[in-house]
């Protein structure tokens, strides 16, 4: 997908496109920091999986993503109407973000691994729940 050619974007916007992390922001960092005094031990950004989880618990086959909100389309539909600037270029950009996060989890479901999919605000306001959530999942992993 290539930008359209009037897209021109100003200082302001560079800057603050700049401080977007593709990895290893602070709440993937979080997680993975009480995960591991919960005794738990995983990769982060494991390429040998599809889609690079955040976190991969390898021993129990549970794959671990924190996800920007926009990036990924939380409340797409409703975010999707407001957008004003590039309107064409996001739409598509995000769309085609959701298509490959299910991609992922499909490709995921059929090596027989658990993708869990967190929004970064999530982890970051009630890491304990997603720390919870997690567990569960490897439980389950236990007692299969």
């Not at 005794?39 to 599809?50: A, H, I, S, V």
């Not at 975010?79 to 769309?95: A, D, T």
């Not at 997690?134 to 992993?141: A, F």
Request: charged share 40%; proline share 3%; glycine share 4%.
């Amino acid at each position: 997908m290539k930008h359209p050619k009037s897209y021109d974007s100003t200082p302001e916007i560079r800057k603050r496109m700049s401080k977007v992390r593709l990895k290893n922001g602070k709440a993937e960092a979080i997680l993975a920091k009480r995960l591991w005094r919960e005794g738990y031990r995983y990769r982060r950004n494991y390429k040998k999986l599809p889609g690079s989880p955040d976190i991969a618990l390898t021993k129990y086959h549970v794959a671990v993503f924190v996800d920007g909100e926009f990036w990924h389309g939380e409340n797409w539909e409703e975010r999707k109407s407001k957008l004003k600037h590039n309107r064409e270029y996001w739409i598509e950009k995000i769309e085609e973000n959701i298509a490959r996060d299910k991609r992922v989890d499909g490709k995921l479901k059929d090596m027989d691994w658990i993708s869990v999919h967190f929004w970064e605000k999530q982890v970051l306001k009630n890491t304990d729940e997603c720390v919870r959530v997690i567990l569960e999942l490897i439980d389950k992993r236990k007692n299969n």
